[in-house]
Structure formats: structure tokens, C-alpha cells
């Protein structure tokens, strides 16, 4: 028995350790290399070998980062941070996706003259890190395009339903990488999602052609945004890389997907994920996008889909190209018919069997439902004998837009009206339901709502939507657009750019419906969908094209191009609005301003940053040298003779952070004096350029020196100073002002953000 006993509790204690491991990065300094081993790849395996019997490498990585992966329980990572050549061991993160009519709203339509030539496009290639690509997709196709461009070292890898073949002139490349998936859980389904580059999801398709679609004339959803579907650069390349499953997106295939994409030899890379928020030396994917962007490769990244709130964004370093979402000039508009004889206009995709024509019994889900979720029409929560025959009200939020049809649906109901709550103000998002229904805002929702609530027989119907142009104003930034400040540099402005995130209509896989749910059986070849994930890739093809115009350009120099562009008023001369409150946005909401293509191939003057750049925003940041080799892979020791300041890093953007005076008499009248100083490059030809100040506040004063710079020369650099004098304010203020220079023919803008803590 005793033995039976100590047997168990072995068992027991063997299960504890396997059930511990979890899957790190293992960052290498790679000059530390032992003479005894010909490559780098055995001196890792022997690093871990020493330290694990059973362990096995997942990765090796050689170009944005020197290290591998691999699955460890708590006891060898701190056996393995003892072994020469560990410069850090870092858990994985897990990241989550942020889920036809845009060029011509972009001005890409209306003067080709402006835009690069074709051939010198043919030359660029993005990569898209996704779910992977739906390769029959008619957005794929390569009609008029040449031959591969010779600076292309990837492949075209083959497995589960993808052959060579699905590779073309257009999708030069496709690759996947699942093994940090499988680590943590198990092996791949194939019987439920594709182990290759084959998109079963949708998402990866849909930002690819968006990127770098083909023109496909008569393109639409169900006849919804009909017309030619095109991506911002369509005469670019393709290379996908599979990163996302049903289970999520894993560091350690992200970062094995840079690792190749940037062997490969992409231009662009465009990734529409993000996880959390942490210090650059510990964000294993940033690290990674550092290299790549040191070597001229513009990373483009979503925002998030966390907004309206404060503070919320990811993808905040200052490499990456960060982008947040606005909305289009086009509206899918449905309206709805209440029994008192009011009528409101919503949003919808729907395209099926329409109501009958009369108007039916109308509910609203929290008075059917025997639950709190009731109102939110969650799984489970309505009453079919109350919901059956009727058209059911359903609050935004707690699970999915399209999941709340089906929960109404399955109980019953003919209808869903799915209203606003005030996170989400007017912003109209619309879905391919499978029921019909409609998306109305906060105030109109109120108003159906109270109507429900104050008649005794309340009845309503919906009618069909269509498609509606011109529709002002737009752009808007969307309520899910993640917002600044900065999370953990507020001396950097953030998001950097909004482009177009609402309603974005683009190829979609075969694999699954319009909705993505189990239940719908419908397929199609393009598909509606919202998010920062839609206008990130708008900026990694429109970086594509500025790439193709201006190919010695660094990726700073691109993203500067993109910023300075930007637009943050309507022509009448307001503001862009915030759709979440109805007000004007602010450079916390769009960043620099909606994205102006045709005016970024044309900068005059652009922001450059190198390496040694950031060396010094590393200094300033008090990082030690094992951290900035971290990132940089460089051997650098901060100078202490010498002051590094946030405030002198070269970017686009002014982000000012006060901290509010504390006295007796609460800071009144005290007064704190910061200087920025920024190197413009001109990129244009010789001329003079006079700065402009704009401020919505007297609280900040701003003098800038010199006041006019003369360039005689292309690539010559001028270098000025911004001195901030703010009065105290109270903690948790915030205000805004804007920085141009211009020669009469160019502006190049700043926006300028100060906030008090």
C-alpha cells in the first residue's frame, strides 16, 4: 500500500510539472557563441538540452530576434537564465485579432497621374500576418502581372487543402506556423480548421485583399456597397503568413512569421492583432517588429477595438505604425416602422426572406427573458413563448452582434432592432444577419425603447436596406477605435493615423458564412466587416505605395509621409467628429489625422529616425544596455555625461505630459517650461518653409525657433526647438494644438496633445 501511495503522489507530482509548462522566448546574445559549435541553431539545443532531457525546440529565430522557443516549467526557466549567452526568457503572450468604395474615397480614383506607376508596384510585396488567405479568392487573382520580383527568398508551403498551385503572380507567397498553437493546445483539429495557409476563418482574407486586392468589377455582399472591389496597392504582391487559430495568436509563431517574413523580403508587413501593454524589452512582438523595421520594413498595426475608453490602445511602440478606424462616405440604410407612426433609420446586411407586411408584436429582450442578460439577448436568456412571432430589442454588447440574431432566432423571433448603449453612441456597424434587423444608435434605441415600454401594444417592422452614398460627415472615428494617451510612453502620441475601419467590404473565405457562426450556411466571395483590423491594412497598402514611389526611404520616413498628410478637419472647417459622442475628436482619438494618400507621396518634408535614434529614446527611457540589446541586437551603454530626453526623439507628433503643480494654494499660477527639439528632412524640392501655431487653450503658450527654415537641397536637414510654457491645471486635463510648416505648396502638420497628471 505504501508503495501503491509514494507511486501516486509521483504521478501526481509528474502531472503538476507537465500541467506547469508553458511556452517562452528565449532571446540569445549571438556573439556569445562557443568556439565548439559550427552554428548557432546547435549551440541552442545544447543550451537546452542542459537544462531539459525532454524539451525541444519550436523555433529557432535569426533575423528579428537571435533566440528560440520552447515549452519549460518555472524550474528550468530559472536553470536556463543561469546558462551563458541567456540574455532574457520571456513568456509568450497570447494576441487576439481586431476584428470597394475606399480608394475613391482616399482620392485614389480620381487622379491616377498622382500615384506611382504600376510596374514600380509590381516590385513591392506585403506581408499579412492573419488567419491566412482564401487562395480562390477572385481578389487573388494575377491578370497583368509579371513575373516574381527577384528580391523574393520565400515559399509557397503546402498542407491541409493547399497545394503549390493556390500560389500565384499575385499570392507569391504562403506559409504557416502553428507549433506554439499546438503547445498550448494540442494537436490541430483538421477536421475544423485547415493546418496550412488556408483561411478558415475569413479575417486574413479580408485584410489581404484590402492591402492588396485585385480589381474585381461588381463586387458587393448580398448587393449591399456594390461596385469594384480593389485594395489600396492592387498591382502589389502577397505574401500570407498563418498565425491565428480557433485558439488565438501565439508570440511564438508571430514571432516566427517576422522571422521569415523579413528572410522572405517584405516590404510591408500588416498585422491586424494585439495583446497587452508592457515595457518594449518585454513585448516579444514589438522586439521583433523593431528589427524589421530597422532593416526599411514598415509595420503597420491595429489600434484596437477597446474604445471609446481611455487609455486603451495596443500596438503603442514608437517603430510601428499604430491605426485607428474611421468611418466611409457610405451607409447601408434599414428602416424601422413603429405603431405609433414614427419611423427611424438603422443599418443592415440582411438579405433574406423579409417580414411579412404588417406590423408584428415588438419586445424588448430584458422583459422576455428570465435572466439579467436578457436585455443583452445572450445565449439562453429569451422566453420562447414570449419571443415566438415577434420582433425582439436587443442592448450592444456582452457577446456578438450576430450572435444575439441567432439567440432571437432560436427562440422564435421574426426580428431583431439591436440598440446602442453609450459606449457605442451613433456608431452604426452594420451585420449580415440571419434573421432581418437592424443597428440603430444610443438616442434612437432610447426612443423604440420607450416606446415599448410606455405603449400597451407595442408592434413594429423593418424594412429592406440598401446602399447610400455621400453620406456626411465622414469621415467619423468609430466608438471601437482604441484611444490614447500612450500607456506606457506618453511622451508619444498614439494611435498615429486613422484610415477606414467601418463597413469595409473585401474577399472572405469559402470555409465559412458571411457571420463566421456555425449556423450559417451561406457563402460568399466578399464580405462586410468592421474594425481597426479593416484600417490597418488600408495604411500597410497605402505604405506600399509610398515604398513603391520612394524606395530608398526608411520606414520612419513613410510613416512621417502618412502622419504629416493626414487631415483632421472636414471642408467646412470643424473638426473630425467622434461618432461615440457626437462631438469633435481629438488627437487622442485619430492621432495625426484621417490618412490623405495622395498628399503622402508628396510629403515636401518628412521626420527621420535611425537606430542610433533610438538608442537614445532607449537612454531616455533609463533602460539598461542588456534591455536595449534586447531590442536592438546592439551592444550600447548609455553615456552618464549625457542627458537623453524623451523630448528630443524625432517624431512625427508632439505628446506634452505635465504633472499638476502641488502648493497650498493647489498649483494656482505656477508655471512649467519644456522644450522639444525635432530634424526635418526635405524631400521635396528647395524651398522655404514658415510654421503656423494653432491651440484650443491659453493655458499652454508655444514659441518655436526658428520660425521659417530654408532647404536648398534635397535630403538637406533642418533642425527646430518647441518650448512649452503651461500653467497648472487640474490632474486628468487635457488639451490640444497643431504645429504646420509650409512653402504655399505643402503642409506639414503636427498635432500637439497636453494632458496634466
Known sequence: MKILQTL???LLCVSCVIAKKKTYIIHMDHSSIPESFNDHSQWYDASLKSISETAEMLYTYENVIHGFSTTLTKYEVELLKKKPGILSVLPEARYELHTTRTPEFLGLGKDESALPSSGSVHEV?????????????????????GPVPSTWKGACETGTNFTLSNCNNKLIGARYFYKGYEAAFGPIDESSESKSPRDDDGHGTHTSTTAAGTAVPKA????????TARGMAPQARLAVYKICWLGGCFGSDIMAALDKAVADGVNVISMSIGGGTTDY???????????????GIVVSCSAGNSGPYSGSLSNVAPWLTTVGAGTLDRDFPTYITLGNGKNYSGVSFYNGKPLPNKLLPLVYGGSVSNTSSGTLCMDDSLIASKVAGKIVVCDRGGNSRVQKGVVVKDAGGLGMILTNTDSYGEELVGDAQLLPSAAVGEKMGNLIKNYISSDPNPTGTISRGYTQLGVQPSPVVAAFSSRGPNPITPEILKPDIIAPGVNILAGWTRATGPTGLHDDDRRVDFNIISGTSMSCPHVSGLAALIKSAHPRWSSAMIKSALMTTAYTKYKSGETLQDVSTGTPATPFDFGAGHVNPVSALNPGLVYDSTVDDYLHFFCALNYSSSEIKLITNKDFTCDSKKQYRLQDFNYPSFAVPFETASDRRGGEGVQTTIEYSRTLTNVGPPGTYKVTLSSET????????????SFSKADEKKTYTVTFTAT??????????????????????????????
Open 125 to 145: 510585396i506585403i506581408g499579412v500576418l492573419d488567419t491566412g488567405v482564401w487562395p480562390e479568392s477572385p481578389s487573388l487573382h494575377d491578370t497583368g502581372l
Open 698 to 709: 491659453q493655458s499652454v503658450k508655444m514659441l518655436v525657433k526658428p520660425e521659417s527654415l
Open 220 to 227: 458587393s455582399l448580398f448587393g449591399y456597397a456594390e461596385g
Open 281 to 295: 524589452y518585454r513585448d516579444n512582438v514589438a522586439m521583433g517588429a523593431f528589427r524589421a523595421a530597422a532593416q
Open 728 to 757: 497648472s491645471m487640474p490632474s486628468g486635463t487635457s488639451s490640444f494644438a497643431r504645429l504646420e510648416w509650409s512653402d504655399g505648396k505643402h503642409i506639414v502638420g503636427s498635432p500637439v496633445a497636453f494632458s496634466w497628471t
Open 8 to 10: 501516486a503522489l509521483f
